[in-house]
Structures are given as structure tokens and as C-alpha cells.
């Protein structure tokens, strides 16, 4: 082969290459714009928590198969890392529930067993979380320094990519720390949600705010309200807007305390508030999410207590609750006497 023709080759095969990673960079640029305008908002729309894991989860590589020829899109990468975080958490609980189990049946292998699964699936939980505070933070910048200028749809972002910050902290810890999440993450979170409209966003800032208060009493101002009465406002707020995100921080606080009583009361106010107020038609998903983390907790408790997770249909209510409207139980001994 001549000379020219090597190079005629060579300059054919660079400009296919180079036509095709044009095409591949239009492509990429379209990806994200469905994502961003339609995917994840068409996603926040729907119930189904199990669609919502396998389409967030599923969509992952692709999107992400186009950062070799365009930049990262970092909302789309936020909102699939947290809602895959959540997929990881449910395993967790469902091993959690296995652990119960086998404790009371005294089968120690299986008891051992499942403690390690739930430990892994806590550190899958927290490294997905985490990455989704990561995006947040290449797209808007650290939390806690200053506060972003952003519009509707970016505080939606601001304020999941900040509580995946505190959920990648908290769950890292249950993981026993294995994945090395900066447990300063929590303080920024915090303080990067006050930049938000507490009424706007669902009660979120509020119950962020005093739940720091309860967990880490010495930074708070003596002179402040109290922030269990800060927590139930923000669940008010929350209940009224149909994201009750707000009932979550307040229940998952509330449980991290070891605050049964209080624990048990918001969970029948949570069951209660959804019977009469319906999940914003625009983030349903949010709402649902919320619902089973707080279920979680309900399960684990009923599971503690009975050996078995809560019945259907009977969820905010608890193994020994007293039946009021129950006619009272003759005593043999009166018919005797």
C-alpha cells in the first residue's frame, strides 16, 4: 500500500471517528435534557418505590456512559444516587428485621449472619448518598458558607442533596464507618438547609434545625424554643403540603433518642395525616419514601415486641394499645359469687 493511501485511511478513519463522537456529544447533551426535564420529574410523580429503585438504578450507566464525551450531569446523577441510597437502606431494614428474628429464636449463626448484610447494606446506602451530596456540591457548591441563588426546582435539588448528606452520615455509622463519610457533612447539611423557605419546602429547614437541637443539645441557645415542639410544627407544615419528609426527621430523631412514647405518637399522627391530606401530585415519590422509612420504624418496634412486623391495615397503631370500644370481659369469679 502507497504512502497516499495510508494517509487517505488514516484521515477517512479520524473524521468517522470524529463524526461519531459528535453525534455521541449530541446525543449525550439530549440524554440530559430528557433527564432533567422529563425523566426525573415525570419519576417524583410516581408511587411505586419499586419502579423508582429499578429506573433509577437502571438509567445509571447509561447517562453516565455519556460523561466520556460530554460533562456530568449532576442533577440527574444527585436524584439517582439518592433514591438508589434508599433502595439500599430498605435491604438494610429488611436484614435488620431478619437479625430480630433469628435473635429470638436464639439461631446465633443466622443472628450474626444478618447483622453483617444489614452492614453492608447500610455502607452501600451511605456511598450512594454520598455521592449524592457530592453532585450537589459540584453543582451549586459546599453548604454551610454562604447560601446559592436558586430557583424552585434547584431548592428541590439543594434540600435532597443535603439530606442524602446527613443520611450518608448517619448510615455510615450504622456500616461502623467503613465507607469514611465526613461526619462534618451533618453540620453543613443543616446549615445549608436554613437558606431554604421552611413553608416552601415542606417543613424540611424546621425539622432539620431542631432535630440538630435535640441530637447535639450544646448547640443550641438555652433561651430557644423547644425543639420537640419545633419538630411537631414542621410535621404540621409538612402534612399540610403532602410531603412529609418533616415526619421522617421527626420520628427517625425521636427513635435515635430512644424516645419510645414520642416515637409511637408521631407514628399514629403520620398514619393519621394520611387519610386526610393526599401526597403532592408533583413529588408523591418524596412522600411515599418518607412513608416507608416511617413504616420501617413501626416494623422494627412491632418486630421487637411480637416477633413479626406491622399487620396489614394496622399501621400507627401498636401491639399494646388498649381497645377501648372493646365490650368489657366478664370475670368468671362474679358469676360464682
Not at 201 to 226: F, Q, T
Request: aromatic share 6%; proline share 3%.
Amino acid at each position: 500500500m502507497s504512502f497516499l493511501s495510508r494517509v487517505l485511511i488514516t484521515a477517512m478513519t479520524l473524521f468517522t471517528l470524529s463524526g461519531c463522537s459528535i453525534i455521541y456529544m449530541q446525543m449525550g447533551w439530549v440524554v440530559y435534557d430528557l433527564t432533567d426535564r422529563h425523566v426525573t420529574p415525570y419519576t417524583m410523580t410516581i408511587d411505586d418505590v419499586g419502579v423508582a429503585c429499578s429506573t433509577t438504578q437502571g438509567l445509571q450507566p447509561l447517562i453516565n456512559a455519556f460523561t466520556r464525551v460530554t460533562s456530568t450531569d449532576d442533577l440527574a446523577n444527585l436524584m439517582m444516587n439518592m433514591m438508589a441510597g434508599s433502595c439500599a437502606e430498605e435491604a438494610a431494614v429488611e436484614e435488620s428485621l431478619a437479625y430480630i428474628r433469628a435473635f429470638k429464636n436464639q439461631n446465633i449463626n443466622e443472628a450474626k449472619d444478618a447483622r453483617v448484610r444489614e452492614k453492608r447494606q447500610y455502607a452501600i446506602a451511605a456511598t450512594r448518598q454520598y455521592r449524592a451530596y457530592q453532585h450537589m456540591v459540584d453543582e451549586f457548591g459546599e453548604p454551610g458558607e454562604k447560601c446559592p441563588r436558586l430557583n424552585h426546582d434547584e431548592g428541590v435539588y439543594w434540600t435532597l442533596g443535603n439530606l442524602a448528606g446527613l443520611q450518608s452520615v448517619l448510615n455510615d455509622l450504622k456500616a461502623q464507618s467503613v465507607v469514611n463519610v465526613p461526619k462534618d457533612i451533618a453540620m453543613k447539611a443543616v446549615r445549608g438547609l436554613q437558606c431554604l423557605d421552611n413553608e416552601e419546602y415542606w417543613g424540611v429547614p424546621a425539622a432539620a434545625s431542631a432535630g440538630l437541637k435535640i441530637l447535639m443539645p450544646d448547640s443550641s441557645d438555652e433561651s430557644a424554643s423547644d425543639p420537640w415542639v419545633e419538630l411537631e410544627t414542621a410535621s404540621r407544615t409538612a402534612t399540610e403540603n403532602g410531603v412529609r419528609l418533616a415526619h421522617a426527621v421527626e420520628i427517625l430523631v425521636a427513635d435515635g433518642g430512644g424516645h419510645t412514647d414520642r416515637v409511637k405518637e408521631a407514628i399514629r399522627r403520620h398514619a393519621a395525616s394520611l387519610k386526610t391530606n393526599p401526597s403532592h401530585r408533583d413529588y408523591r415519590l418524596l412522600d411515599v419514601v418518607a412513608s416507608r422509612q416511617i413504616r420501617a420504624v413501626s416494623d422494627r418496634m412491632w418486630t421487637d415486641a411480637t416477633g413479626s412486623r406491622t399487620p396489614v391495615g394496622e399501621f400507627g397503631t401498636f401491639w399494646d394499645d388498649v381497645d377501648e370500644s372493646a365490650a368489657p370481659v366478664m370475670d368468671i369469679d362474679d358469676l360464682l359469687d
